[in-house]
């Protein structure tokens, strides 16, 4: 049974910190593309940093400089350092796992963790 189990999340004042992780379980870890995604109150889900099998890490602009992508192939998790919180960066954090092979795709996705940045 796969499984990607989001903790970390929770109530931070403004220029604080944060750092969630994602546990997973149930597919081949390593062999996976990692992501986090966020999705505000009333916009799209959006992507906010990603780090491939490889170790290759993309973030966001938005978060460019403050946030850091991270993984632990030994222990199936995937972590997202968050620094310099910012009120807009109130939302709901996803974790997403992605293998593209011989034409298919497999996605999956955790079931969130809540944000937020407030004084």
């Known amino acids: 049974q796969v499984q990607l189990v989001e903790s970390g999340g929770g109530l931070v004042q403004p220029g604080g910190s944060l750092r969630l992780s994602c546990a997973a379980s149930g597919f081949t870890f390593s062999r996976y593309s990692m992501s986090w995604y966020r999705q505000a109150p009333g916009k799209e889900r959006e992507s906010v940093a990603t780090i491939t099998s490889g170790g290759s890490t993309n973030h966001a602009d938005s978060v460019l400089g403050r946030f850091t992508i991270s993984r632990d192939n030994a222990k199936n998790t995937v972590h997202l350092q968050m620094n310099s919180l910012k009120p807009q960066d109130t939302a709901v954090y996803y974790c997403?796992?992605?293998?593209?092979?011989?034409?298919?795709?497999?996605?999956?996705w955790g079931q969130g963790t809540q944000v937020t940045v407030s004084s």
């Open positions: 997403n796992a992605v293998h593209s092979a011989y034409g298919s795709r497999v996605t999956y």
